[in-house]
């Protein structure tokens, strides 16, 4: 796969950047050491000290995913980014939708972005934000934990970023050769809260609930306590930790 790779010292957002290029290669990646206005999803932001962590978009073309199915990009992405921070930790798990969790902490999270052309995916921008080095966090994100408070080391970003885009390519990679039920069944493997009742809350209260499964529309489905199956897209429901 022909890789792009464009580095910023600052800009606005790394995902605004690659949203104004034109895509030649089949994978463009910018990285930068500090975001003026780093999105999360949402109303979020995103907290980073200046050059800790890992700040970066990676645009490709997708043409071969349905847009019906366009979640499946976002499973990939999960995938490729716990694969690349299993390989520093265990306890690494996936998240609902595309958070990258150690154990209870939030270390990594990823906004999406499509735009659709022609009834066909025309491009598909990975916004991945990963604590690498921060050790302080003074926002208000209630969970958030780093590579170096888990591993008690400092991690060089441009290691972590390349081990990224490695099995990014990888996961799209099986996407491109029909392997989407192999990419489905590993995002439920390691999904975050895969096994037992946990709490959650939706617009009616709180309430107990077993993971069923995630649809490839993205939806979240849930079994309460009593049998019955709930569906929820994302914001729609709560993980109580």
Not at 177 to 197: M, P
Request: with cysteine; glycine share 8%; net charge negative.
């Amino acid at each position: 796969m022909n890789v792009r790779y464009i580095h910023l010292q600052q800009t606005d957002s790394t995902n605004s950047y690659l949203r104004k290029l034109a895509l030649e290669e089949e994978m463009t990646v910018v990285t930068a050491d500090f975001q003026t206005a780093g999105r999360g999803q949402g109303a979020n932001t995103w907290e980073s000290e200046p050059g800790a962590n890992l700040l970066m978009s990676v645009a490709v073309k997708p043409l071969f995913v349905p847009v019906r199915e366009q979640f499946l990009l976002s499973m990939a992405g999960a995938l490729a980014v716990g694969d690349a921070l299993a390989s520093y930790t265990d306890g690494i798990s996936l998240k609902w939708p595309n958070d990258i969790y150690w154990r209870d902490s939030k270390m990594s999270g990823t906004l999406i972005e499509t735009s659709v052309a022609k009834g066909c995916l025309q491009r598909c921008i990975f916004g991945i934000g990963i604590d690498v080095n921060q050790v302080r966090f003074v926002g208000d994100a209630p969970n958030p934990v780093s590579l170096r408070m888990v591993t008690g080391r400092c991690i060089p970003v441009q290691e972590v970023a390349e081990r990224v885009v490695d099995n990014l390519q990888k996961r799209l990679s099986q996407l491109k050769e029909g392997e989407a039920k192999a990419i489905v069944g590993q995002y439920h493997e390691r999904l975050y809260r895969r096994e037992g009742f946990h709490p959650y809350r939706d617009s009616e209260g709180l309430f107990s609930a077993a993971i069923s499964e995630v649809a490839t529309d993205g939806h979240l489905i849930l079994c309460d306590t009593e049998g019955r199956l709930r569906s929820y897209a994302f914001k729609e429901v709560a993980f109580v930790l």
